[in-house]
């Protein structure tokens, strides 16, 4: 007889570690310093009360916790704000206390315009049902009545004569769900000879073919997702999986590439176009590279890093040109002065200095292309919102002269005054109050009534130093009074970072400063993004031959003069 196999041991069941429970956050009571030094004094004379003890127990608790955050890396400027109970929001009405009496600061008729914000302010959009018409996007189902026409005798009164309300349909909106990329599986018949082995399939329909398996629609709609909405191919990828259409990353990424060599001539035609502008803004955002990052790792290793930049940017420039706004991204090693200078290059001769706004730092000025220099007003009042829990009565002072600028600005959009009578109407209303505001701003140095060492002395150094420029609007028709239209542009820069982290390659970004560019410039131009970028897709021919006539707000006219149809 055989030996019996010997029975194998159970393997041990291995115990999986306990997470390491995160500290909660202390209860912060934010202490004046004032206190809390008069706090330590007297612990130095003797016992404290309960209460003290408590109050320092916490201060401590709050600074061994921020500390520790600050060690793990898990502490943003966002969550430090948050945890202090500080308010993100940098207008007047959140940033200044009310009394009593309703009056905001504390003061009888005190203005309460924060940037851009008018006393009968409407509520904001997305706070409301949506009608019928705000789904321009929707199919359209004309539903024929099952028993009237027009003419017919009314079958109430059986008097008079129906009629059709063709300007006031009745209307009923359905929703559907459906996969962001849908696909279609042609099943085409095929016969096969019994004796000669020959095979007959079915004529497929027009247009589909296996050599064009991803339509112009597909390949657009991917584009919007990644870098109109932040969507990152893993996460696309991992959607369409679960709803039956798969797309692989790898294939998003070789459709966006193919579709972006597609789409050069416009980008280049907008770059053109926007060299051309009256009005240049540019600024500047982080953006991680891996390829560049690599440079950097390698750089460091050689020890041949020293006075060689390896910082990584994302430029966003936009120009107004005849009325129209063209939007760029440009990411890599260059500063928003470079490649605003880029831009200016293919301006013309003939043409003279643009207007330029952007903030005070020196690397956004172009260094050779010449340009009439704005600085932005709302840079110059964020110095004071964040020292203004330091300095309450002479920041409050500051933001309520700034805020009638504001308010000067926006009365003028109201009324619909041209450019040169809104530099008149600031002239008459405005200046006065910067006037009063510089003599103020002056004398709080001159007569030491603040430290120009000082966080506040800090702010009030910065508006003097760029006084004239912060105030270009006063002297020049179309200037603006911030950078903020630039500021909501490179949004959609930060959107892809915070959601895709980085880009791997300096051509993956190039690819997506190019769908960015071309996104948000529909967008400024009240057109649909995915409809643009279907029909630029699906006539890449006559977009290489003629792109000046297939942006934006002209490519509508180009498809109907060919008989074409824009959906």
């Not at 009968?120 to 189902?141: I, L, Q, S």
Request: glycine content about 8%; charged content about 30%; some cysteine.
């Amino acid at each position: 007889m055989g030996r019996k196999p010997k029975k194998r041991a159970k393997p041990k069941k291995r115990k999986r570690p306990r997470r390491k429970q995160k500290p909660k956050p202390p209860g912060v009571t934010r202490v004046d310093e004032e206190e809390l030094k008069a706090l330590i004094e007297r612990s130095k004379e003797g016992a404290l009360s309960e209460d003290e003890a408590g109050e320092l127990k916490a201060v401590v608790e709050t600074l061994a916790y921020v500390v520790r955050e600050l060690d793990e890396k898990n502490l943003t400027m966002r969550r430090l704000r948050a945890l202090f109970g500080i308010s993100m929001s940098e207008k007047l009405s959140s940033l200044l206390p009310k009394t009593q009496g309703g009056e905001q600061g504390g003061e009888a008729g005190a203005d309460n315009t924060a940037i851009g914000e008018t006393p009968d302010k409407p509520p904001p959009k997305g706070h409301g049902r949506n009608g019928a018409a705000a789904y321009t996007g929707a199919e359209r189902v004309e539903v024929p009545h099952d028993c009237l026409k027009g003419g017919d005798l009314c079958p109430s009164c059986a008097k008079g004569k129906v009629y059709e309300q063709r300007h006031r349909p009745h209307r009923i909106v359905r929703v559907e769900g459906q996969a962001p990329i849908k696909a279609t599986v042609y099943e085409l018949q095929a016969f096969r000879c019994n004796l000669c082995g020959e095979v007959f399939v079915a004529k497929p329909p027009d247009g589909v073919d296996n050599e064009h398996k991803y339509d112009a629609s597909s390949r657009a709609m991917n584009a919007v997702l990644k870098y109109g909405t932040g969507l990152p191919f893993h996460r696309l990828d991992r959607l369409q999986g679960s709803l039956g259409v798969p797309l692989p990353a790898t294939t998003q990424w070789d459709l966006v590439k193919a579709s972006a060599a597609e789409a050069t001539p416009v980008y280049e035609e907008l770059i053109r176009l926007a060299a051309q502008g009256e009005l240049l803004h540019n600024d500047d955002s982080t953006m991680r590279v891996l390829s560049l990052m690599k440079e950097n790792a390698e750089l460091r290793e050689s020890g041949a890093g020293k006075g060689v930049r390896t910082g990584m940017f994302v430029t966003g420039v936009l120009s107004v040109t005849g009325g129209r706004r063209v939007a760029l991204f440009f990411t890599g090693r260059k500063h928003a002065g470079e490649n605003l200078e880029a831009v200016l290059a293919k301006r013309s001769e003939e043409l003279g200095p643009p207007l330029h706004m952007g903030d005070g730092l020196d690397r956004n000025d172009p260094a050779t292309a010449e340009t009439v220099r704005g600085c932005c007003l709302a840079h110059a009042r964020r110095k004071f919102v964040e020292v203004l829990e330091s300095f309450p009565s002479e920041c409050e002072h500051v933001l309520k002269q700034i805020a009638l600028v504001y308010k000067h600005d926006d009365e003028c959009r109201q009324r619909g005054l041209s450019a040169e009578a809104r530099v008149d109407y600031h002239v008459q209303h405005s200046k006065p109050v910067l006037d009063a505001l510089k003599k103020w701003l002056d004398d709080q140095l001159e007569q030491r009534l603040v430290e120009p060492n000082s966080s506040l002395g800090g702010a009030i150094n910065y508006m003097l130093n760029h006084w004239e420029k912060l105030l270009l609007f006063l002297r020049e028709p179309g200037a603006p009074l911030d950078n903020n239209a630039c500021e909501r542009q490179l949004k959609k820069a930060i959107l892809h970072r915070k959601n895709s982290l980085f880009y791997k390659t300096l051509n993956g970004a190039r690819v997506g400063d190019l769908f960015m560019s071309l996104i948000y410039t529909t967008e400024l131009a009240g057109e649909n993004p995915f409809e643009y970028l279907t029909a630029l897709l699906n006539h890449t021919e006559e977009v290489e031959q003629a792109p000046a006539a297939w942006l934006p707000w002209s490519y509508r006219e180009t498809l109907a003069a060919a008989g074409f149809s824009a959906n």
